[in-house]
């Protein structure tokens, strides 16, 4: 079992920038990779970004250039910069960390980017 606690959501202005962060349980959390999806209000939940074991980052499309994923394993963290942010980007992201077989979600942190 894995507890994945995300935080750092909030209300931001188009252009702003936000920062999430996810810790992770497990003492072997520098051995997976980890992945920030979101689910806007109607869609279905997509892909933001994902970080490898080794530190190689992937992004979707629609944010590349603008969010940064990152890892401190020494905390057990990943962290998603959010900057240049849009009224699109506004959804519930979540923190995934995916265990083969299982796959274990946190509870989601609300970005709403609006004036």
């Known amino acids: 079992q894995v507890q994945v606690v995300e935080s750092g959501g909030g209300l931001v202005q188009p252009g702003g920038s936000l920062r999430l962060s996810c810790a992770a349980s497990?003492?072997?959390?520098?051995?997976?990779?980890m992945n920030w999806y979101r689910q806007a209000p109607g869609n279905q939940r997509e892909l933001v970004a994902t970080?490898?074991?080794?530190?190689?980052?992937r992004y979707a499309d629609s944010v590349k250039g603008r969010f940064t994923i990152s890892r401190d394993n020494a905390k057990n963290t990943v962290y998603l910069q959010m900057n240049s942010l849009k009224p699109e980007d506004t959804a519930v992201y979540y923190c995934?960390?995916?265990?083969?077989?299982?796959?274990?979600w946190g509870q989601g942190s609300q970005v709403t980017v609006s004036s």
């Open positions: 995934n960390a995916p265990r083969y077989p299982y796959s274990y």
């Open positions: 970080i490898t074991s080794g530190g190689s980052t």
């Open positions: 497990g003492s072997d959390f520098n051995g997976y990779a």
